[in-house]
């Protein structure tokens, strides 16, 4: 049977409910959002002499949450736009909207009997065949559908999100007894797909697999810190970026998760896995226990492990708890010399390895810590997943972790970690033992671009599952797929006449040898293949411009060597445009800067949906130097509604703001709705498949007779509005500065921006080619290298990696 899923319906707006549907509707799915009806009238509903009949008042408590997902930090829809897709309802007047959804997701509290009797209702509506999940962090799949039909125990499975839905990959699958085999997979492929989840199909035992190891690991650390007598501040300072994990680290993400919702996952496990040898390590801590009857539960009340306060000037300063005395104080900066040392180690094997193999207190509190969550991730398989790189794939996509459990493992070497765990007396766990006794020495394996992994039922290594339609330029690089290369950039044959420029220099920053790549893959073009794709697979698609390089001419005033790095990059990009073969970009994570620039020169964008796209110079003192100021006017005169001035105008006003103001997509759609994306670039839901997907959409160019722009970067082609521009935006930035909104520095870049795009000394409407815009933009970029407020941004940039408003 195929599974075609129009239309979900999402029992429970509360926190996940809401923000699933959120999530759905980002993803172009419309669904239905529902709640209960409230019991009583608020005291506003009161004194609007409403009754409990009132359609507000029975949808009071969807409408809550779904308000709450549009305010929501970090924010839960891709646009404003996207919750138009979501119709509110509640349980009473709307429960038979369930007869038309093809997927209906369960995410009301986490109580059994709450979520049984709900769906025995539900089943009144349901159409046989549709597809019904339970959203649980933890409860028995197999007992919330007893009672229920056999056909809705066939279509029924366990479904936990982790949140927000939107910015965290992991989807656990978790199948009752009675679940297909189909409905399994088609869900599995769907939510990968259309939602950009990286599935894992658990068992059904307590917290499932990433909760289960998660929450294992912070109650280690509760132990740890009590035995090692650290502070808050310092646990976070060991558990965070230094060993692969988030900057919120331990209680920071306690903090967010909210103590309530930590101590019902910690019962949750100490009450069900009754057989697990480290159950009375589940026992909710004293601290945790006082914090919860104070109603410190983190974010949701203002405090919790740490504290935000408003200091005396009006900023905000974060306190952190002192836990022996109860006390909130100013947090203090952890100084531990493993700490430090391992900063300058990029290498997160090599610095792992340094760290545990330190002498101090962090160095002794984390080697207990990672090994005792390596070990204890060891003893739970198979009994929580059949794979390791389940486990693994849990952790690192439920938790945001460089590495998985057993990856970390092979890090600090298996035989090597056995060994000292032996010396200390503790045991080491028979998975291990029976991998080094088969005379392997790791959990993985490169073979031929294939990534292995030890199946311990086999007693052998098995080539890591992926889903069809995946590519993964590591593998090709291991496969020897790689056309050239050199220290900034590659070129990889993607195949089926496909080429890849993939960078890869630090934040892929943009300097001469990516310049060089991108000329060399258009030669490759023009020659051997019928498209190309720019695209890399790191957390970042490009941060812009080489601007450490850029400050080292400026300060020596090689304005010679400005100029030609400039026009060096334009030309490229000029090239990428005119190319007669078609080139898509394909960003994902921050495109800033020249990143941005490169894929607006493209034929088509290729955006992953977690896409942050923006011309962002203005924040260092600059503007657009590569042809993005070039670009977005041509983009403006495309957007104006007719040939009249007026209208063209009304088209620039943005593009002005948006540069000016270094504005940034937080989404592929709002960087569309900004001009950075136009109505025919696709959008790509999961990152790993976003290089498989751009060339596809680079071969459907290829193939359906692509034809490169016809007018020459030289002939006169683009409209712009001379001093009517001109004059309005220097009007605006004279009563900002006026108004004390930006500094005279501001003042001074957002003219000069001013004058590129209203196309420099001219008085009047004309036309003028590309090459004049992007000598106007080079002229502008280079003369704002030599004032010293864009050195001083540029420098605190380099240093903080925050802008400086000077």
Partial sequence: MTYHIEKVAVLGAGTMGARIAAHLANAGVPCYLLDIVPPALSDAEKAKGLTLEHPAVRNRIVNAGLDGAKKSKPAAFFSADCARLVTAGNFDDHIAWCAEADWIIEAVAENLDIKRKLFERVEQHRRPGTLVSTNTSGLPVRLIAEGRSNDFQQHFVGTHFFNPPRYMKLLELIPGPRTKHEVLAALGDYCDRRLGKGIVVAKDTPNFIANRIGTFSMMNVFRLMEKFDLSIEEVDACTGPAIGNPKSATFRTADLVGLDVLVHVVRNIYENATGDEHRDWYKVPALVEEMLKRGWLGEKSAQGFYKRIKGGGGEKEILALDWKTMDYRPRAKAKFGSIEAGKGIEDLPERLRSLVAGKDKAAEFLWAQISGVCCYSALRVPEIADAVIDVDRAMR????????????????????????????????????????????????????????????????????????????????????????????????????????????????????????MLHAGLERLRSDFDAMVIANQAPNFSVGANIMLLLMYAQEEEWDDIHFAVRQFQNVNLALKHAPKPVVSAPQGMALGGGCEISLHCARIHAAAEAYIGLVETGVGLIPGGGGCKEMVIRANEHAAGGEDLDLYHAFKPVFENIAMAKVGTSAEESRALGYLRPSDPVCMNRDRLVADAKQTALALARTGYRAPAIPPTEPSVRVLGEQLLAAAKLAVHMMLRGEYISEHDALVARKLAWVLSGGTLTSPQMVSEQYLLDLEREAFVSLCGEPKTLERIAHTLKTGKPLRN
Wanted: charged fraction near 20%.
């Fill in 397 to 516: 996509w439920g938790f945001a972790a460089e590495l998985g459990p057993f990856e970390v493992w092979d890090a600090l070497g298996v035989a090597d970690t056995a060994k000292r765990i032996e010396s200390e007396g503790r045991a080491v766990p028979a998975l291990v033992a029976k991998l080094l006794a088969s005379g392997k020495s790791s959990f993985y394996q490169a073979a031929q671009g294939r990534t292995l992994y030890f199946d311990q039922s086999a007693n052998s290594y098995k080539p890591e599952p992926q889903p069809d339609g995946v590519i993964f330029l590591k593998s090709l690089r291991e496969q020897n797929k790689v056309v050239a290369s050199n220290p900034g950039a590659s070129l990889i044959d993607l195949g089926d006449g496909v080429l890849c420029c993939e960078f890869h220099s630090k934040m892929n920053s943009i300097g001469g040898d990516t310049v060089e």
